[in-house]
């Protein structure tokens, strides 16, 4: 097309003037990692080498409009984050990630008010993309000393410092397993009071358990939790009178679904966590002997049949997220106890061993925190509990010990909860 063009402000050929609107088009393409986007204006975003972030204005007013338009073709290369600067985002605060990541996509946004903020008119017909925050405080929680159970709790900072023990609540019980859920909150349930359970307790964003919710589905113990989508969790496997596979869906307000029919190989003493941004891994355990096969879980928490195994095979191991998009299974019982790991990438593969760093130990707990890092704690060498913990770097690395805080102790679960650091 030629000519002059003063109303179509997408991919058209020729001279761009000011829409009836007062739309200005600047003459250059935007080809750095950030822009400072101005209302009543128009930018070509070149993504070719890198994504670019969008800084909205921190003030609006209603009827601002700003266009942002693909001019390479490569948003789905390297896509455009969208940093609405303290002002929603249809509806969401800027605390969500909002990013496009489709080739030739063309996003115009109008802002509406202060409830709604800022809100999409067209974006090529490609649905409104959002990723919740990540969380960034965590829990450890119950757990056993010789024969004695706990339901102390112990909250994690956003910066990985675990404090002392909080009061209980709820029945004391170990061999449990916990996850996020609802985008800040975490849930324990599952394991062993004397006898098998199925009791949950919700923790809010702050860090508060409530009381035992009666519990769904078939009572079991050393049991896996992660969390998939982007707000629910999955609990899965586990030892009844025998082991199994059996998985119950945990809803984004909470609510534990009936037993699903199981897939995999039976066991339990595995661990589990995210990866992905969206799904979940369920990995090592045993049978009756030590395993390494892994189930994916889809981001509708569909359980996919046994993946080969890789690395050396072990129970009562701990698994984290971290990075964002990564996992990390660590520790573990082989025929000693054992500190080594296995990396998870951001598609579901399992590496081979790492060298272990800090105490070997099994039947501690992981989480994540600081929203792309993790945290081992807990846990037992020999006959004895510890409470010392091994902080994961957003890059998968393992730091020596942290000295322990809190009752020392086994049977152990962890979750992160809040998007408020």
């Not at 400072?36 to 070719?48: C, K, P, R």
């Not at 605390?95 to 080739?103: F, G, K, L, P």
């Not at 579901?348 to 099994?362: E, P, Q």
Request: net charge negative; hydrophobic share 35%; with cysteine.
């Amino acid at each position: 097309m030629s000519g002059q063009i003063t109303s179509n402000v997408f991919r058209a050929s020729g001279i761009i003037a000011p829409t009836a609107g007062g739309l200005n088009w600047g003459s250059a393409v935007i080809t750095g990692t950030t822009l400072s986007a101005e209302a009543s204006n128009g930018y070509f975003i070149d993504t070719t080498s890198n994504i670019c972030t969008v800084t909205l204005p921190s003030s609006a007013t209603t009827g601002d409009q700003i266009v942002l338009s693909d001019y390479a073709r490569t948003w789905d290369t390297n896509n455009v984050i969208i940093n609405s600067n303290g002002l929603n985002f249809q509806g969401d605060p800027d605390i969500y990630t909002v990013d496009y990541s489709t080739a030739g996509q063309s996003l115009s946004i109008v802002y509406s008010d202060a409830t709604k903020g800022w809100i999409p008119v067209s974006d090529d017909a490609v649905a409104f993309d959002h990723t919740p925050p990540p969380t960034q405080k965590a829990i450890f929680g119950f757990g056993q000393q010789g024969a004695t159970d706990y339901s102390v709790t112990n909250l994690v900072s956003s910066s990985g410092v675990i404090a002392t023990d909080t009061a209980g609540v709820g029945a004391t019980r170990n061999s449990l397993g916990a996850s996020s859920y609802g985008t800040d909150k975490a849930i324990f349930g599952f394991g062993y009071t004397g006898s098998n359970t199925s009791i949950t307790s919700l923790v809010n964003n702050t860090g508060v358990v409530s009381s035992d919710v009666t519990g769904v589905g078939t009572a079991r113990r050393s049991i896996m939790a992660s969390s998939y989508g982007t707000d629910k969790a999955i609990f899965g496997f586990g030892y009844v009178s025998a082991y199994s596979s059996i998985t119950n869906l945990v809803s984004n307000t909470g609510v534990v679904a009936t037993d699903t029919t199981g897939v995999g190989t039976a066991r339990s003493a595995g661990s589990a966590s995210s990866y992905g941004g969206d799904k979940g891994i369920f990995g090592f355990g045993s049978d009756g002997s030590n395993r390494n096969m892994t189930n994916l879980i889809s981001n509708t928490g569909v359980v996919s049949s046994d993946v080969t195994g890789v690395g050396t095979a072990r129970r009562s191991i701990m698994a984290t997220s971290y990075g964002g998009d990564k996992a990390i299974f660590g520790f573990g019982y082989i025929s000693n106890y054992t500190s080594i790991t296995n990396l998870v990438s951001n598609t579901g593969v399992v590496a081979t061993d790492t060298a272990g760093v800090g105490t070997i130990r099994s039947s501690g707990s992981a989480t994540n925190y600081g929203g792309d890092k993790g945290i081992f704690g807990y846990g037992v060498n020999a006959t004895t509990e510890v409470s010392m913990s091994n902080l994961v770097s957003n890059t998968g690395v393992v730091a020596s010990d942290t000295t322990g805080v809190g009752q020392r102790r086994q049977g152990i679960a962890a979750a992160g909860y809040s998007t408020t650091a």
